[in-house]
C-alpha cells in the first residue's frame, strides 16, 4: 500500500505532456497544471489552444503564471526522494522496453501492440481499451522484438507460416520464393504447435513429477546411509572397545599370573636360602666346637668328651639345586610376542577384506555395462606389470607393460615371484570400474587375481583358472577357453589378436571381449568379489608374447 501511494503522488504532480515531474508549474483556466515550457510548446504548434487532457478550448491564450505554491510542493516531494522513487519504478532503463509514444524520458511500456507494432505505456495504452477501433488489436507482454514481425522483403506483417521453410511470411511471399509451398495461417500452425507444447508439457511436468519422487527417495536413502553409517561407527567402536578390553584384561591376567608366579618362586628360593643360612650356622658350630677339642692336650679329656659331640644334621645336597641360566620369565614374554604377531597377521590379512566392505557399501544400482569401446575407454586405466612377480622365464620389456616367454630362467629370484608357472601380476590394484586391453600373439592367458595367489611351486594353487583367486581367458589361434577353479567354459567367437578386459568391482562384473572393428561379448562373470584384483598374464611357449595396450 505504501508504494501505491507514492506512485498515486508522483502521477499527481507529473506533467502529462513530459510524464515528468512538474517544472515550473502552470495551472491552466481548466485547472490542469503543466510544465511551462511543455504547455508552451504545444500550444505554440497546435491552434486553437486547448488542454491536452480534458480538450477544453481557449480564446484568446491564456497568460501563463507560475503556480507558486505547487512548485514548493514539488521541491519538498523531491527531496523527500520521491523523484528517484518514480525514475525506478515509472521510467524505462537500459534493460526495459520502453513507450513509443513518450516523449522526453520514456515510460516502461505496459503491453506492446502486434497490430500497431508499438509499445506503450500504461497511460498511452488507454486508447486501446477505450475506442473501438483497437478492440480486435492483439495486446502482448512488453517486446522489444516486434520488427522482427515484418517481412524484410515485402514490408508487411508476417501473419502466415510456412511448413516446408519452417519459418514466418507475409500473405505476399507465397506468391513468390514461397510459391508452392505448404503454407497455413500463423494463427493455425500455433494452434497445431500449442497442442504439441502441451503434449511437451503434460511429458515434463510428469517427468518433474517422477524426478520428485526420485529426490524424495535419494533423500530417504541418504537419511538411512546416514543412520546406518552412524550405527556402523557406534557398534565397530564398541566391538573395538570390547577387544582392547580383552587386550587390556589378558595384559592384565598375564601380569597377575607372572607376579604371583614371582612371588611363589621367590619364596621358594628364600626359603631354601633360609635353610642352607642354617645349615650353615650349624656347620660353623659343629666346627668350632670340633676345633676345639682338636686343641685338648689331655688325652682323657678328648676322649671322654668325642662321645657328646653333636651330630651333623643331614645336608642339603646342593646338585639339587637347579638354577634356569638367566631366563626367568623371558619365555613368557616371547609367548606374548608370538600372540601379537599373530594378532598383527590376523588384522593384516582381514583389514583389507574390511576396507573392501566398506568400499562395497552402493545403494544405487550398478551403472550399465558399456555398449561402445568409446564408453569402455571412459574407464580405461594405466598398467604395469611388476618385476617381483614375474616368473624368471618371462622377459618384461616396453615400460614394463610387455611380456615375452623366453624360456631360459635367468638365475636370480624374489620372494614374491611365481617360481613354477609362466605368470605376473600387475603392480596396480584394481577396484571401481576398469577397463583394460591386451595385445597378444602365440598362446596367453589373460586373468585377474588376488592378491594372496600362492607364488611358490607349481600346485594348482598357484596356477591361473585352477584355484579360485583369479579368473582367467585362455586365448590361442583356434579357441577361446574361460577358466575359474579348474571349470573350464568353451567360448565358440570370432578370434581377435585384441582383448579387452571390464571389471566393475563394486558390481561384482568381469567380462572379456574380442575388440577389432566391433567389441565382441567373451564372457561374463557376476560374483561377488572379496579383496581388490590384479591384472595377471600368462604366456604358453617360446616366442609368446602379451602387451598391455596404452588406450588414449
Request: with cysteine.
Amino acid at each position: 500500500m505504501e508504494q501505491k501511494g507514492v506512485h498515486l503522488d508522483q502521477e499527481s504532480f507529473s506533467c502529462s505532456i513530459c510524464l515528468d515531474l512538474l517544472k515550473d508549474p502552470v495551472t491552466i483556466p481548466c485547472g490542469h497544471s503543466y510544465c511551462m515550457n511543455c504547455i508552451k510548446t504545444h500550444w505554440d504548434k497546435k491552434k486553437p489552444h486547448s488542454c491536452p487532457q480534458c480538450k477544453q478550448t481557449f480564446r484568446p491564450r491564456p497568460v501563463l503564471v507560475k503556480n507558486t505554491m505547487l512548485a514548493d510542493l514539488v521541491e519538498q516531494l523531491k527531496k523527500t526522494g520521491l523523484q528517484a522513487a518514480a525514475a525506478d519504478h515509472c521510467y524505462a532503463g537500459p534493460e526495459d522496453v520502453g513507450c513509443d509514444v513518450c516523449t522526453g524520458r520514456k515510460r516502461k511500456a505496459f503491453n506492446s501492440c502486434l497490430v500497431c507494432l508499438a509499445s506503450y505505456c500504461e497511460k498511452h495504452l488507454q486508447p486501446h481499451y477505450e475506442s473501438p477501433t483497437f478492440k480486435k488489436h492483439k495486446l502482448v507482454d512488453p517486446s522489444e522484438k516486434l520488427q522482427e514481425n515484418i517481412c524484410s522483403r515485402h514490408d508487411e506483417v508476417m501473419k502466415m507460416f510456412c511448413r516446408t521453410d519452417q519459418q514466418c511470411i507475409c500473405y505476399l511471399c507465397p506468391v513468390d520464393e514461397h510459391k508452392g509451398h505448404d503454407t497455413v495461417s500463423a494463427a493455425a500452425e500455433r494452434t497445431e504447435r500449442q497442442r504439441e507444447l502441451e503434449v511437451s508439457r503434460l511429458n515434463i511436468q510428469q517427468r518433474i513429477q517422477d524426478r520428485e519422487k526420485d529426490v524424495k527417495l535419494l533423500q530417504q536413502e541418504v537419511e538411512n546411509i546416514n543412520l546406518s553409517a552412524d550405527k556402523a561407527v557406534k557398534d565397530n567402536e564398541k566391538i573395538f572397545t570390547e577387544l582392547i578390553r580383552l587386550m587390556e584384561k589378558r595384559s592384565s591376567d598375564v601380569k597377575q599370573q607372572v607376579r604371583s608366579q614371582q612371588r611363589t618362586q621367590v619364596s621358594r628360593v628364600k626359603e631354601l636360602q633360609e635353610k642352607l643360612e642354617q645349615e650353615i650356622s650349624e656347620l660353623k658350630r659343629n666346627d668350632a666346637e670340633l676345633q676345639q677339642l682338636s686343641h685338648t692336650e689331655d688325652h682323657n679329656q678328648f676322649l671322654h668328651n668325642y662321645p657328646s659331640l653333636s651330630p651333623l644334621s643331614e645336608s642339603t645336597d646342593s646338585s639339587s639345586i637347579k638354577i634356569r641360566p638367566l631366563s626367568y620369565f623371558k619365555d613368557v614374554t616371547v609367548a606374548v610376542s608370538e600372540v601379537r604377531d599373530e594378532l598383527q597377521d590376523v588384522l593384516r590379512e582381514k583389514w583389507t577384506n574390511i576396507s573392501l566392505m566398506v568400499t562395497n557399501v552402493n545403494v544405487l544400482l550398478p551403472q550399465p555395462e558399456p555398449k561402445t569401446r568409446a564408453g569402455f575407454l571412459r574407464y580405461s586405466r594405466e598398467i604395469t606389470l611388476d618385476p617381483n612377480t614375474v616368473n624368471r622365464g618371462l622377459l618384461l620389456s616396453d615400460g614394463n607393460r610387455k611380456a615375452t616367454y623366453m624360456g631360459q630362467p635367468p638365475s636370480f629370484g624374489h620372494l614374491d615371484r611365481f617360481t613354477d608357472h609362466s605368470q605376473v601380476l600387475s603392480i596396480e590394484s584394481l577396484t571401481g570400474r576398469c577397463y583394460w586391453e591386451v595385445d597378444w600373439r602365440g598362446g596367453v592367458y589373460v586373468a585377474v587375481a588376488y592378491k594372496n595367489i600362492s607364488r611358490a611351486g607349481g600346485t594348482n594353487e598357484c596356477l591361473f583358472g585352477s584355484n579360485d583367486k583369479c579368473w582367467m581367458l585362455d586365448c590361442d589361434d583356434d579357441c577361446y577357453n574361460f577358466l575359474y577353479n579348474k571349470v573350464q567354459t568353451y567360448i565358440s567367437r570370432p578370434q581377435s589378436s585384441r582383448v579387452g578386459v571390464y571389471l566393475d568391482h563394486s558390481a561384482g562384473i568381469l567380462s572379456f571381449y574380442s575388440v577389432s572393428e566391433t567389441m565382441t561379448l567373451l564372457h561374463r562373470v557376476q560374483t561377488t568379489f572379496t579383496q581388490p584384483l590384479y591384472a595377471g598374464l600368462s604366456l604358453y611357449s617360446s616366442g609368446d608374447t602379451a602387451e598391455l595396450c596404452e588406450l588414449k
